[in-house]
């Protein structure tokens, strides 16, 4: 059975025009003429027909129907799967993009009307971050900032004044403020290693994401050098999972019982004296959270923090207040 061009598009429920289209780029041609010189279709061009009007149906063009068709008849679930996934990654472009849009109406939710620099300098902070993170991530890393804010304001105006003071990054007077920085990190990133790798690199990277908050880039080459010797020292005791598994919300707590220790020593309590066990009783409740109850990490944690010179320097316990405790728990240990 033979059809002319007008019969196939009414039964196909197409329109002349697009058949025409269709032969001329060469998707459909028509097995036959007429003597008259009309198109002529068989039963396989009505099947092609078919095979193209489904194609179309998942989204795919013209183009690429036809170089599906000219490379043989391809497997339809490959044919499915290959659209699924090209409908997944413009579901993933969307949701990003929306991400996008609702964070940049979050820093305008004051209503308050951003004069030309502040906006192209958000439009451009924006850029930086969209090429190294994800808007969630973004998100997340904003409002965990906002939360710890108060802590680092005042850790940029110490560092500040260490390289105003031209306190070399290697020394061990600047090991508080590269604990104190890698700290605040971790607990910004919440202990992302990966995280906090793509930050330091956008950061490097991106001009765009420099300078914000006083943090400039002379300062973030500054502390990673006492970072550096920091991290040097901590991985002579610990392996990385040891360090990731450390508990990052303790760190206030830390610093409580240190000026709480701080006043035993002013005062110069005894290491025999109530207050001063007291004190060894929160303490080794805190290293136990702090290791995640591991004695393994235990033991490394007081090998490290109780003899190497750069990890008794950066640590919350000053040297005299360790030495108080270490005292206290002699004490105790001698007693029984």
Not at 188 to 217: C, S, V
Not at 251 to 257: G, K, P, Q, V, Y
Not at 264 to 278: D, F, I, M, N, T
Not at 294 to 303: P, Q, S, V, Y
Request: aromatic fraction near 6%; proline fraction near 4%; glycine fraction near 6%.
């Amino acid at each position: 059975m033979l059809l002319k061009v007008g019969e196939l598009a009414k039964r196909s429920g197409m329109t002349v025009r697009m058949l025409h289209h269709f032969d001329a780029i060469d998707l459909l041609k028509p097995s036959a003429r007429s003597e008259a010189g009309y198109r002529l279709y068989d039963g396989d061009d009505i099947g092609r027909l078919h095979a193209i009007q489904a194609l179309r149906q998942t989204g795919l063009s013209l183009r690429e129907i036809g170089d599906l068709l000219q490379q043989g008849q391809e497997p339809l679930p490959l044919i499915i799967e290959r659209q699924i996934s090209v409908l997944e990654r413009e579901i993933e472009q969307a949701a990003e993009l929306r991400e996008r849009l609702r964070l940049l109406k979050s820093t305008l939710a004051d209503g308050k009307a951003p004069d030309m620099d502040e906006w192209l300098s958000m439009l451009s902070s924006m850029s930086a971050y969209g090429k190294h993170f994800k808007a969630s991530e973004i998100k997340d890393i904003m409002q965990r900032w906002r939360q710890m804010c108060a802590k680092w304001l005042p850790l940029v105006a110490d560092v500040r004044d260490a390289m105003r003071e031209k306190l070399r990054p290697d020394a061990l007077e600047v090991q508080p403020l590269a604990r104190r920085w890698m700290d605040l990190t971790a607990r910004w990133m919440k202990g992302d290693p990966e995280l906090m790798r793509r930050w330091q690199e956008m950061y490097l990277q991106e001009p765009a994401a420099q300078g914000r908050h006083g943090i400039d880039l002379e300062m973030v080459i500054y502390i990673d050098k006492a970072v550096a010797i920091r991290m040097k020292a901590l991985l002579k005791y610990f392996t990385q999972e040891d360090l990731r598994s450390f508990n990052l919300e303790t760190d206030d707590d830390w610093h409580a019982l240190a000026e709480r220790v701080g006043k035993l020593v002013r005062s110069r309590a005894g290491p025999s004296s109530g207050k001063a066990q007291e004190a060894v009783d929160a303490w080794s409740m805190l290293l136990d959270r702090t290791v995640g109850h591991d004695m393994a990490r235990r033991e490394k944690f007081l090998r490290a923090f109780g003899t190497d010179p750069v990890l008794r320097a950066g640590s919350v316990f000053a040297p005299e207040l360790s030495d108080f405790i270490r005292a206290a728990l002699a004490v105790r240990l001698g007693s029984r």
